[in-house]
């Protein structure tokens, strides 16, 4: 997945022709060079800009940086979101002051997981009702965003390899088109193409859709109610990632092991992948229980 992108994008104004809503563009640019804050925010607000359009991310820019100018950070702060939101792969350019760059840094790390999610949502939406063109394009898109966020947060990445195996298996699932028949060839017989070398791709392990844990009731426990139960319990996941089995490996409480095993056995994976193909494999889950 890692061919999916490559760097950010620097959306410029370099565009062919003048539309008028490039027109005020250029108007608030020329009322932010000459510092009349107010006025290239008052033409902000009337300029109207669709959805997605480059004209948008730059009427937010301009806005954001205007109040910056007028000492409103809060407000600044709304308006790189709108940035960051609209178009995800922005990033100021080193002609920018270094404390609008730092600002804009610090609202788009906030931002882009909760944006990853919502594509990752919506890529799972399309998948889910088996519209697997529109899946890959949004799989793929999530992966971008999250390959563009700082992943320090251990759920991000598990969501960068959630999105990534469904990106596989969505592409897999899209019915694959066969050639036409070679000009000249003889009816009935196979066009001799040269052989190919296979890409042999690097094993995946399976990755957790559904993986709650049944409730804990510390009520009868008694005085062992502040206690940490720990144990493990392996399953069995086959090729469509459901499980198969389940065993418990290392005893977490008498009253919660069965508990487990039931719960274990409506869990749900993204399969295990060898050279690309879905295969049977084995998850070992280490279960905690501590007191609330």
Same mark, same amino acid.
């Given at each position: 997945?890692?061919?999916?992108?490559?760097?950010?994008?620097?959306?410029?104004?370099?565009?062919?022709?003048?539309?008028?809503?490039?027109?005020?563009?250029?108007?608030?640019?020329?009322?932010?060079?000459?510092?009349?804050?107010?006025?290239?925010?008052?033409?902000?607000?009337?300029?109207?800009?669709?959805?997605?359009?480059?004209?948008?991310?730059?009427?937010?820019?301009?806005? /954001?940086?205007?109040?910056?100018?007028?000492?409103?950070?809060?407000? @600044?702060? +709304?308006? !790189? $979101? =709108?940035? &960051? *939101?609209?178009?995800?792969?922005?990033?100021?350019?080193?002609?920018?002051?270094?404390?609008?760059?730092?600002?804009?840094?610090?609202?788009?790390?906030?931002?882009?997981?909760?944006?990853?999610?919502?594509?990752?949502?919506? /890529?799972?939406?399309?998948?889910?009702?088996?519209?697997?063109?529109? @899946?890959? +394009?949004? !799989? $793929? =898109?999530? &992966? *971008?965003?999250?390959?563009?966020?700082?992943?320090?947060?251990?759920?991000?990445?598990?969501?960068?390899?959630?999105?990534?195996?469904?990106?596989?298996?969505?592409?897999?699932?899209?019915?694959?088109?066969?050639?036409?028949? /070679?000009?000249?060839?003889?009816?009935?017989?196979?066009?001799?193409?040269?052989?190919?070398?296979?890409?042999?791709?690097?094993?995946?392990?399976?990755?957790?859709?559904?993986?709650?844990?049944?409730?804990?009731?510390?009520?009868?426990?008694?005085?062992?109610?502040?206690?940490?139960?720990?144990?493990?319990?392996?399953?069995?996941?086959?090729?469509?990632?459901?499980?198969?089995?389940?065993?418990?490996?290392?005893?977490?409480?008498?009253?919660?092991?069965?508990?487990?095993?039931?719960?274990?056995?409506?869990?749900?994976?993204?399969?295990?992948?060898?050279?690309?193909?879905?295969?049977?494999?084995?998850?070992?889950?280490?279960?905690?229980?501590?007191?609330?």
């Amino acid at each position: 997945m890692s061919g999916l992108w490559s760097a950010p994008i620097v959306l410029s104004l370099a565009l062919t022709g003048a539309s008028p809503s490039q027109d005020a563009v250029d108007a608030v640019r020329q009322l932010y060079a000459a510092a009349e804050y107010e006025s290239a925010l008052a033409a902000l607000d009337r300029l109207s800009t669709s959805t997605g359009a480059p004209e948008a991310t730059e009427v937010e820019r301009y806005r /954001a940086l205007c109040l910056m100018a007028l000492g409103r950070s809060t407000d @600044a702060d +709304a308006a !790189f $979101e =709108r940035v &960051v *939101r609209n178009d995800p792969w922005y990033e100021p350019g080193e002609q920018e002051p270094p404390r609008v760059r730092a600002a804009f840094a610090a609202v788009r790390a906030r931002v882009l997981p909760e944006v990853a999610r919502a594509r990752y949502a919506e /890529a799972k939406a399309a998948y889910d009702r088996k519209d697997y063109p529109a @899946a890959v +394009a949004g !799989f $793929e =898109r999530s &992966v *971008r965003i999250l390959d563009a966020a700082e992943l320090a947060d251990p759920a991000l990445r598990d969501l960068r390899t959630l999105a990534s195996g469904f990106f596989d298996l969505s592409r897999a699932a899209i019915p694959k088109v066969p050639p036409p028949p /070679a000009a000249g060839a003889d009816e009935g017989a196979a066009a001799a193409e040269p052989a190919s070398p296979q890409t042999v791709l690097p094993p995946t392990e399976p990755v957790a859709i559904e993986q709650g844990l049944p409730p804990w009731n510390t009520v009868l426990l008694g005085s062992h109610a502040q206690m940490e139960f720990r144990g493990a319990i392996e399953v069995s996941i086959d090729e469509t990632g459901a499980v198969t089995s389940a065993r418990i490996v290392q005893a977490v409480h008498p009253a919660y092991d069965p508990l487990l095993r039931e719960a274990a056995s409506t869990w749900r994976y993204v399969p295990a992948r060898r050279n690309g193909k879905p295969v049977a494999s084995t998850k070992r889950v280490e279960v905690v229980l501590r007191p609330r």
